[in-house]
């Protein structure tokens, strides 16, 4: 993706970039050196996807993560934390989760959050996520390679190359404007974040005591006593 399609996607939201940068850079340098796909998981396989959405469209309680999958803290979250919520509250019907990708530390996190919303199409957004997550390598070192994205695709089920071609076309520009759009409206300083509330009702914006399930848990539970 060149510089100047970067530019206009995040156009618009240059002050929310700006602040996401210095709420990110200090941990850009614990991110790990570039590595091949790992083994597929498991974690997503038999629960719906639909879009950008995983999870019960019924759930009584929605997750909103807002994210930049190039963020070490961003992954350190999904893998500390996603799996207990998929496993004790998304597979048991209580909770949905939508994912908001935001691009805004450099060319491979923008590669990255077009493959991802284009496997929306084929309702595997979470399956790339995911991949991204576990594979991910020093901040815009280039590791968002066509061969990642084609193996993370074959671990879903899709194709590498179509994920590429979609990327490019207009329904994920949009996508991507309207995550940034939504991120400014809800006040995200620094990445993740996460809005929680009542599916269909008004959710708020929430501050993580950690990125361990005790951090989020007991939120979650208030909403659903």
Same mark, same amino acid.
């Given at each position: 993706m060149t510089q100047l399609r970067l530019i206009i996607v995040l156009a618009g939201a240059a002050v929310l970039a700006a602040t996401l940068v210095a709420a990110s850079l200090l941990s850009a340098g614990e991110a790990n050196t570039s590595t091949p796909a790992p083994a597929a998981s498991d974690l997503f396989a038999g629960v719906p996807q639909d879009g950008l959405a995983v999870g019960d469209p019924d759930a009584p309680v929605t997750l909103v993560e807002y994210a930049d999958l190039q963020c070490p803290y961003c992954a350190e979250w999904a893998v500390r934390t996603m799996p207990a919520?998929?496993?004790?509250?998304?597979?048991?019907? =209580?909770?949905?989760?939508?994912?908001?990708?935001?691009?805004?530390?450099?060319? *491979?996190?923008?590669?990255?959050?077009? #493959? #991802?919303?284009? #496997?929306? %199409?084929? *309702?595997?957004?979470?399956?790339?996520?995911?991949?991204?997550?576990? &594979? =991910?390598? &020093?901040?815009?070192? !280039?590791?968002?390679?066509?061969?990642?994205?084609? =193996?993370i695709a074959a671990q879903a089920g899709l194709d590498g190359g179509e994920l590429?071609?979609?990327?490019?076309?207009?329904?994920? *520009?949009?996508?991507?404007?309207?995550?940034?759009? #939504? %991120? =400014? &409206?809800?006040?995200?300083?620094?990445?993740?974040?996460?809005?929680?509330?009542?599916?269909? !009702?008004? $959710?708020?914006?929430?501050?993580? &005591?950690?990125?361990?399930?005790? !951090?989020?848990?007991?939120?979650?539970?208030? $909403?659903l006593e």
């Amino acid at each position: 993706m060149t510089q100047l399609r970067l530019i206009i996607v995040l156009a618009g939201a240059a002050v929310l970039a700006a602040t996401l940068v210095a709420a990110s850079l200090l941990s850009a340098g614990e991110a790990n050196t570039s590595t091949p796909a790992p083994a597929a998981s498991d974690l997503f396989a038999g629960v719906p996807q639909d879009g950008l959405a995983v999870g019960d469209p019924d759930a009584p309680v929605t997750l909103v993560e807002y994210a930049d999958l190039q963020c070490p803290y961003c992954a350190e979250w999904a893998v500390r934390t996603m799996p207990a919520l998929v496993e004790d509250y998304v597979r048991t019907g =209580q909770l949905r989760i939508v994912f908001h990708g935001l691009a805004f530390l450099g060319p *491979d996190s923008d590669k990255a959050v077009r #493959a #991802a919303i284009a #496997a929306s %199409a084929g *309702d595997r957004l979470w399956n790339m996520v995911d991949g991204f997550y576990r &594979s =991910q390598g &020093s901040e815009n070192s !280039g590791w968002v390679t066509d061969d990642l994205i084609g =193996q993370i695709a074959a671990q879903a089920g899709l194709d590498g190359g179509e994920l590429r071609d979609r990327g490019d076309e207009s329904w994920v *520009d949009e996508e991507l404007s309207r995550a940034n759009a #939504a %991120a =400014q &409206s809800a006040g995200v300083q620094g990445t993740p974040s996460f809005e929680l509330g009542p599916t269909g !009702g008004k $959710l708020e914006l929430v501050e993580l &005591s950690s990125l361990d399930p005790e !951090g989020l848990t007991p939120l979650i539970d208030d $909403l659903l006593e």
